[in-house]
């Protein structure tokens, strides 16, 4: 198995390329989704994939490009996942 990216090289990497935020910003909540699905996930992957997702979004609200990829139900349901994911790390403050 690989190491993930670091979130800050993921930044430099992608920060000229709207293309690659859109990609990200439409595949992140799928990933996190899929590793929340396992059998036994890993709470420290979710933790990073959920990180790497709130900068990429960060960026593409900077970068004024849509995020079609979180409508409806999957946006809410990645919501939850931020705010429960948060809430037992202790930054519950942040949400309320």
């Not at 670091?6 to 590793?35: F, W």
């Not at 593409?60 to 994911?85: D, E």
Request: charged share 25%; net charge positive.
């Amino acid at each position: 198995m690989t190491n993930p990216i670091s979130i800050n090289s993921l930044k430099k990497i992608i920060e000229k390329s709207p293309d690659r935020i859109a990609l990200l910003c439409r595949t992140l909540p799928y990933t996190i989704e899929v590793e929340q699905a396992r059998e036994e996930p890993n709470k420290k992957v979710i933790d990073e994939l959920i990180q790497k997702l709130l900068m990429v979004r960060a960026l593409a609200r900077k970068n004024n490009i849509p995020t079609h990829g979180l409508i409806g139900w999957q946006y809410r349901r990645l919501c939850y996942s931020v705010y429960i994911s948060c809430f037992y790390k202790g930054f519950y403050n942040l949400y309320v």
